[in-house]
């Protein structure tokens, strides 16, 4: 899955092209960088390899989204449909541009249920964020069409699906924007780092500024930039994007090994008949960094998860449902409203009523979803002792469960 670990000789390079100047900021200081750029030189590579027209780095995952809803114009009292299994750093991006996030049931697709984001529109709806979690995607055709009819804007968090597609076209460029994050586990790494992508060039432009304290970037040099909005600093520094640059060129090395490693291991898991996988949208192209897989219930789930903890073989495998990060169910920080700072008494009201809310379809998902991080170092060796052990395991837990009283 991460592109940390196959980090070397070609990362020290481009990092030391940067320390070899000093000029580890990304604008300005066009003498003494003496050709050096490496952010440029990234969201370059950003717009060939992903396809998309431009492409804005910013200092993280979250500040890729937070700029983009902000180019966007997507702001206070606006509703952004979204789903309830994605990272915290979803609705965290909501909120720091004063939205309210509309949460929605999730489906087999591990992502928003088209039906469900339908169900959810009001008239303060402006976006519709489907979130590509664990490398593989949301019925985009299906979520198009329901943003033509409303008139709404659709913004991928693809931070999780670097390498999916979706018909011939990289995630996090269908959509009127998208956003990768390069964090330190995300299939690229610049340890930290985000891109904020669109074919919109008033997008791009705005997103520009905002990452920039509003900078223009028109002028001589940025003492003579004009501010024509307010900006915040969301800016990467070279000497993160010079960790990206290496990574994005062996991206397709990790994105074949990745493949293959699933493949194998996925060969396993398909000998048990009781076991389902995720379903990939028709169209759809997985980025493979994990494979999910569900079981018949709740009860076996649990069941295989603690006999694999007992067994020392969970490591690599997440149980979403009952994990701090990434479901509903434990975010309550969310539910109670836990803000250091004032929200708006409408965004307040909105998390408070999350409390009391229930998901059923997301819950009967993913209790029974187990997803297995897939690692581009495995040996075939490895792979083949994780099949084994995952299989003999989990057959170990249906056949006591599932007897007979
Ligand atoms: C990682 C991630 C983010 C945010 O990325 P950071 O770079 O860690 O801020 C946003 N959304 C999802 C789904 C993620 O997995």
Redesign the pocket.
Known sequence: MPGFELFGAEERKEVNDVLETGILMRYGFDGPRQGVWKAKELEQAITEVFGCQYAQLTS??????TTAMAALGIGAGDEIIMPTF??V??FE?VLSVGAIPVLVDVDETLTVSPDAVRAAITSKTKCIMP???CGSMADLDALKEICAEHQLILLE?A??SIGGMYKGKALGTIGDAG?F???F??TITCA???VVMTNNKEVYIKSDGYTDHGHDHLGVDRGADLHPFIGYNYRISELHAAVGLAQIRKLGSFLGLQKKNNKALRAYLEQIPEISFRAIPEGGDDSCSFISWFLPTEALTKAVVAEMKEQGILAGNFYWFVNNWHYLSKWDHLKNAQTLHAISPEQKAALLQLKDASFPASDAVMSRCISTAISLVWTDEQIKDKGEKMVATIRKVLQTQMQPA
């Open positions: 993280s995952g979250t500040s890729a989204l994605t990272f750093a979803s991006a979130v590509h979690m968090d931070c999780q956003t994050s390069f964090d586990v995300k930290e780092g985000g």
